[in-house]
C-alpha cells in the first residue's frame, strides 16, 4: 500500500495538492474549444464509485469530446477501506472526492443520488426495500431530465437478479424505469458489457457477439502523450481506499456495447443520427463561423489572440432561445476565455477556520497575463459585500487587495450538506430538490469577480480558500470552513461497563475562538451517576483543545445507551464533533456531527491481559478492546519475532491482513510458531482477491466470496458445549441481536479436518454457510479464522461482538 502511495504522489502537484485551483496548458484550452464546439452528451450509470469503467468515460471524454457524466447512486458508504479506519459516513465522504478526482483525470462530471449504500445485498429486490425505490427512481429521473444525455450507457446487465451485487442490478433496472419516464428521450441505451457477465474471458471468446457493437477505446491522444486506456487507468487508480490502482495499457482493446434502448449506430460513430454540431440549436450557425476557424487555426503560443472573437461568439450564445444549451456553452466559453486571457483570480484567507460572527481578512489576487484589454470592476464576497475596484489589468500587472470580512451570526456551520439532516432507512435526507443529485457544494463561500474582457461584463467565481506553505509540499490550499465555537469528542466512541464499576470519561474539548469561556455536561439518563455534574473550561488560544474527565457510574441492569457531550457558552448549547478527514490525494473533508458516545452496561468476563494486534487495511477493533481493559500493543509485522510474542496472551490480526501486508508471505510463519507453542491467533476476514500468500493457516484453508449480508439471520451453534460457546461468558442467540450491517463475510468454504466449525448462519433462500467462526488445535495453541464483521460491530457498541471476542481471546 505505502509503494503505491509513494508512485502515486510522483503523478503530478495537482493531485497532491488537491485543492490548487486548475490552470489550463494551451492544450487544454484547445480541448476545451473542441468540447465546446461538439453538441452530445453521455451519462454513465452504476451503483458505487468504483463501479464505472473510466475507460469508456475518459472515450466518451477524450475521443468524442462530449459531455460524460457519471451517476453512482451512492457514495459508496458501505464498502471497506484500505487506507485507514473510515467506515459509513466517512468513508463515503472519501470515496465522494475520489470520484471526483477520477474525474478531473479523465474529464467527466460527477452526479448522485440520495441512496445509502447500506451495504452488500444479494437481490435488488432487498436493496429496493431498504432504499425506497421510487426515491431513488425520482433522483435518476431529475439527473437524466436535467443533464439530457443523448446515450446512456449501464454498467450492469437488468435481466440477471442474483448473480452480481443487488445494488448493480438496481442501478440497471432504474435506468431503465426512468428512460421510459423521462420528458426528453436520450436516443440509445447500451449495456456495457464484458468477458465479467460471462463468467470467464473463454466464455466471452465463445459468445455469440453478433448483437453487440465493438468498439476500439484505446485510442492515443498526441495532446495529452497518453493512450485512452493509461489517462483511464490514472482515473480508476484515484479509487485508492478500495485498492483500485491500475497500470495503463496500450494498443487495441475493445469494449462492449449491447443495445436495449433505441437504434444501433455504426461502430465507428456512436453519436450517429444525432446532430452534434452547432446546427443542433437555432442560431448556432453564426456561432459555428466564429468558433470553428479559431479551432482550425488555434494559437498554441498565444492563446489570447483569440479574445475578440471568443468574446463575440460569447455574445451570440447570450441571445440563444435554447436554455439548456445556452446555460452550458455560456459556462464552457466563459471558462476558455479566462483561460485564454491567461487570467489568474484568487481569495485567500486569513484563517482556516472561522466560527460565525467573526472576522477575517481576505487576501484578493487579479492579474491578467495577456495583451487584452481586461478591467476589473468589483469583487462580491459571500454574496454580502460589494468592494468596487475600478482598475484596468494591464498584462503581468498584479492586483492585490486586503479586505476584512465579519461572518453573519446565522452563517451555517460547514459541513457535508448530505449530512445536514436526519437520515432516513437506506436514504439520505435532502430536502433542497437541486442539491440532491450533487457530489458536494463546489463555492460555499463565493468570491465573485465582475470584469470587462474586450467590453464586455463577466462574472468568474472563485471559493474561498486558505493557502499556506508546508516544508514538504510548498503552496498548500485547505478549503475554508465556517465551525462552531467549540467542539467535542468523547475519546471513548464505546465504553463498556460491567453493571459494577465507575469508569474515567475523558471529553476533549476545542476552541475556534481565543479567550472561550463554557461548561462541559454529560447529557445521560438520570440513573447513570455522573461526577462531577459540570466543569468550567477556559481556553486562551484559538484551536487549542483542552480534556477535561467525568466520573461514571452506570446502573445495575444491562443497558445501551446513547450520551453526548456538549458545552454551554453564552446560552448557547455547542453539542458537535469536528472531524477532519485529510489524504494527500483529496482535500481535506471537515464533518461536524453530534458529539457522541455509546456506553455499553453488560455483565461480561475476560481473561488475558496483553493482546498483540497486527493491523491490517485499517480498524478500530483493537482500539476497542481497549474497552475491556486489554492492554493492547500494535505489532510492525516486518519486526515480528517469535521471542517478542511469545509471552502475549492472544494475536489478533485486522481486516484484509492478507491482502495488504506483504511481509505476511514468509512473517506468517513466525505466527504459526507462536501457536504451536502455546499461542492464541484469531485472523480476521480477508479477500479471495490479492492474497499476498495462500497460507493463511498451519492448515489448509480457502476462502470464498460467501458472506451473510441480513445481520438479522439466524445463528444456529453447531458445538454448543464448545468452550468458546461457554467461557468465560455464556453465548447465546441473544448475543447476536443488534448486530449492524452484516453477519459477516468472504467466509472460508474449504477447510482441513482439525479445524471445527462453530458457527452456521444463512441469508434467506439460501444454503447454511458454516465458515464464519473456525477453531483449530495447533499444537499447544489456537488458531482461529472467523469472518463475522467484529471490524463493524465493536465500534457500534454491540454487546454480544464484544462477548464472544472476549471468549476467542481467552480460549485455552
Known amino acids: 500500500m505505502f509503494r503505491k502511495l509513494s508512485l502515486f504522489l510522483l503523478f503530478t502537484f495537482q493531485l497532491i495538492n488537491a485543492q490548487e485551483p486548475k490552470k489550463l496548458s494551451s492544450n487544454e484550452i484547445f480541448e476545451k474549444i473542441e468540447k465546446l464546439n461538439f453538441f452530445g452528451k453521455v451519462l454513465y450509470i452504476a451503483a458505487h464509485p468504483d463501479d464505472e469503467n473510466t475507460r469508456l468515460i475518459t472515450y466518451f471524454s477524450n475521443h468524442y469530446h462530449a459531455n460524460t457524466a457519471y451517476l453512482s447512486l451512492t457514495r459508496g458508504d458501505g464498502g471497506q477501506n484500505l487506507i485507514g479506519p473510515e467506515l459509513r459516513e466517512k468513508l463515503g465522504a472519501i470515496r465522494t472526492q475520489e470520484l471526483l478526482a477520477a474525474r478531473r483525470i479523465d474529464g467527466g462530471t460527477q452526479f448522485f443520488t440520495r441512496a445509502n449504500d447500506f451495504g452488500y445485498s444479494k437481490q435488488p429486490t432487498e436493496t429496493f426495500s431498504i432504499?425506497?425505490?421510487?426515491?431513488?427512481?425520482?433522483?435518476?429521473?431529475?439527473?437524466?431530465?436535467?443533464?439530457?444525455?443523448?446515450?446512456?450507457?449501464n454498467r450492469f446487465n437488468h435481466r440477471t437478479p442474483g448473480t452480481t451485487h443487488g445494488h448493480h442490478t438496481a442501478s440497471a433496472m432504474l435506468s431503465l424505469e426512468a428512460y421510459d419516464l423521462v420528458k426528453i428521450k436520450p436516443k440509445r441505451l447500451f449495456f456495457n458489457t464484458s468477458w465479467w457477465f460471462y463468467g470467464s474471458?473463454?466464455?466471452?471468446?465463445?459468445?455469440?457477439?453478433?448483437?453487440?457493437?465493438?468498439?476500439?477505446?484505446?485510442?492515443y491522444y498526441p495532446l495529452k502523450g497518453k493512450s485512452n486506456h493509461e489517462i483511464a487507468a490514472l482515473s480508476r487508480s484515484q479509487h485508492k481506499c478500495q485498492g483500485f490502482g491500475t497500470i495503463g495499457t496500450r494498443g487495441e482493446e475493445l469494449e462492449y456495447l449491447e443495445l436495449i434502448k433505441g437504434n444501433l449506430p455504426p461502430k465507428d460513430n456512436l453519436f450517429e443520427g444525432i446532430d452534434t454540431s452547432w446546427n443542433r440549436?437555432?442560431?448556432?450557425?453564426?456561432?459555428?463561423?466564429?468558433?470553428?476557424?479559431?479551432?482550425?487555426?488555434?494559437?498554441?503560443?498565444?492563446?489570447?489572440?483569440?479574445?475578440?472573437?471568443?468574446?463575440?461568439?460569447?455574445?451570440?450564445?447570450?441571445?440563444?432561445?435554447?436554455?439548456?444549451?445556452?446555460?452550458?456553452?455560456?459556462?464552457?466559453?466563459t471558462s476558455i476565455i479566462e483561460a485564454s486571457s491567461g487570467m489568474f483570480l484568487e481569495a485567500i484567507t486569513s484563517e482556516e477556520m472561522a466560527t460565525p460572527n467573526s472576522e477575517i481578512q481576505i487576501n484578493v489576487e487579479a492579474i491578467n497575463r495577456s495583451n487584452s484589454n481586461i478591467k476589473l470592476n468589483s469583487i462580491n464576497l459571500l454574496n454580502s459585500k460589494n468592494v468596487p475596484i475600478n482598475k484596468s489589468l494591464k498584462n503581468n500587472e498584479d492586483i492585490k487587495e486586503t479586505i476584512n470580512f465579519k461572518f453573519s451570526e446565522k452563517i451555517p456551520y460547514s459541513n457535508l450538506f448530505w449530512l445536514n439532516e436526519k437520515q432516513q432507512n437506506g436514504l439520505y435526507t435532502v430536502t433542497e430538490k437541486t442539491l440532491r443529485n450533487l457530489p458536494e457544494l463546489k463555492t460555499p463561500f463565493p468570491v465573485v469577480f465582475n470584469l470587462e474582457i474586450e467590453n464586455q461584463k463577466f462574472t468568474f467565481t472563485k471559493n474561498l480558500t486558505f493557502k499556506t506553505n508546508e516544508p514538504n509540499d510548498g503552496e498548500t490550499y485547505i478549503p475554508f470552513s465556517i465551525v462552531p465555537k467549540f467542539t467535542t469528542e468523547i475519546t471513548n466512541k464505546v465504553a463498556v461497563f460491567d453493571g459494577k464499576n465507575s469508569?474515567?470519561?475523558?471529553?476533549?474539548?476545542t476552541a475556534y475562538e481565543n479567550n472561550a469561556n463554557g461548561i462541559v455536561k454529560l447529557k445521560i439518563p438520570a440513573d447513570w451517576n455522573v461526577e462531577p455534574k459540570e466543569i468550567p473550561v477556559k481556553i486562551g488560544v484559538k484551536g487549542e483543545t483542552k480534556a477535561v474527565s467525568f466520573t461514571v457510574s452506570p446502573p445495575s441492569k444491562e443497558q445501551n445507551i446513547v450520551v453526548q457531550a456538549i458545552v454551554e457558552s453564552d446560552t448557547k448549547i455547542y453539542d458537535k464533533q469536528l472531524t477532519a478527514i485529510s489524504y494527500a490525494h483529496i482535500p481535506k473533508q471537515i464533518i461536524l456531527e453530534s458529539s457522541e458516545s455509546k456506553f455499553v452496561n453488560l455483565e461480561i468476563q475476560t481473561k488475558g491481559e496483553n493482546i498483540g494486534y497486527i493491523m491490517g487495511a485499517g480498524d478500530e477493533v483493537g482500539k476497542n478492546l481497549e474497552n475491556l481493559n486489554y492492554k493492547i500493543?500494535?505489532?510492525?509485522?516486518?519486526?515480528?519475532?517469535?521471542?517478542k510474542i511469545?509471552?502475549?496472551?492472544?494475536?489478533?490480526i485486522g481486516i484484509r491482513a492478507f491482502n495488504v501486508l506483504d511481509d505476511l508471505k514468509y512473517k506468517n510463519k513466525v505466527l504459526f510458531e507462536y501457536v504451536n507453542q502455546g499461542g492464541?491467533?484469531?485472523?480476521?476476514?480477508?479477500?479471495?482477491?490479492?492474497?499476498?500468500?495462500?497460507?493463511?493457516?498451519?492448515?489448509s484453508l480457502s476462502l470464498s466470496s460467501d458472506r451473510?449480508?441480513?445481520?438479522?439471520?439466524?445463528?444456529?451453534?453447531?458445538?454448543?458445549n464448545n468452550t468458546v460457546l461457554n467461557q468465560p461468558n455464556k453465548i447465546s442467540n441473544k448475543d447476536f441481536e443488534g448486530w449492524v450491517q452484516e453477519r459477516g463475510l468472504y467466509f472460508p468454504n474449504n477447510w482441513d479436518s482439525n479445524f471445527i466449525p462453530i458457527l452456521a448462519m444463512q441469508d434467506e433462500g439460501e444454503e447454511k454457510t458454516n465458515g464464519s467462526l473456525l477453531i483449530a488445535k495447533y499444537g499447544k495453541g489456537n488458531y482461529i479464522y472467523t469472518g463475522l464483521s467484529f471490524f463493524r460491530e465493536l465500534p457500534e457498541g454491540v454487546s454480544g461482538a464484544y462477548k464472544l471476542l472476549a471468549n476467542l481471546i481467552a480460549l485455552e
Open 503 to 509: 469508569k474515567k470519561i475523558e471529553v476533549k474539548v
Open 646 to 652: 511469545k509471552n502475549l496472551d492472544a494475536i489478533i
Open 201 to 219: 474471458q473463454e466464455k466471452f471468446d465463445k459468445a455469440d457477439k453478433s448483437k453487440l457493437l465493438s468498439i476500439d477505446a484505446n485510442v
Open 633 to 643: 500493543s500494535y505489532l510492525d509485522v516486518a519486526e515480528l519475532e517469535l521471542d
Open 680 to 699: 492464541n491467533l484469531i485472523v480476521q476476514y480477508n479477500t479471495t482477491r490479492g492474497l499476498v500468500t495462500n497460507e493463511l493457516a498451519p492448515y
Open 131 to 153: 432504499w425506497n425505490k421510487n426515491e431513488v427512481l425520482s433522483d435518476v429521473i431529475q439527473v437524466i431530465e436535467n443533464f439530457q444525455p443523448d446515450i446512456i450507457v
Open 281 to 333: 440549436i437555432k442560431g448556432g450557425n453564426e456561432i459555428a463561423k466564429i468558433l470553428l476557424p479559431i479551432q482550425n487555426n488555434f494559437n498554441f503560443k498565444n492563446p489570447s489572440v483569440h479574445l475578440p472573437q471568443l468574446v463575440k461568439a460569447y455574445q451570440l450564445i447570450q441571445k440563444l432561445d435554447d436554455e439548456h444549451w445556452k446555460k452550458i456553452k455560456s459556462k464552457e466559453i
Open 708 to 720: 451473510v449480508t441480513n445481520e438479522e439471520a439466524t445463528v444456529y451453534f453447531l458445538d454448543n
